[in-house]
């Protein structure tokens, strides 16, 4: 007794279709780029070793003065506002070690 062979369709996926899933995960590529950035920018603060509530408020500051959103961040950028905020600390530091000039 021979076997029947069955075809095998193929299935097609429609154009809207792969529209729908290649916004899919380019927002679900978006969604991790920034939840890195956000582990980042956490993973800063916790290195810092200074409070996190105070470290995180500064810094904070620092992407608004900069009109810099954490979301859309660069390892670049954020360097730069770290910097930033060492120079602001320096600067406080010195100033408080200067004696006072009557």
Known sequence: ??????KKRATRIKPSA???TRKAQSSSK???ESNQ???LFSQLVALSGLPASAIKREL???L????LELDHLTLE???TVVASYLRKIMGG???KAQPNKH
Not at 64 to 67: D, I, P, Q, S, V
Request: charged share 40%; aromatic share 0%; no cysteine.
């Open 18 to 20: 792969k529209r729908t």
């Open 1 to 6: 007794m021979a076997a029947k062979k069955t």
């Open 37 to 39: 950035k956000a582990d």
């Open 64 to 67: 608004e003065e900069n009109n």
């Open 93 to 95: 530091l010195l100033h």
């Open 77 to 79: 950028q954020l360097r």
């Open 60 to 62: 904070k500051g620092i």
């Open 30 to 32: 978006s969604k991790t």
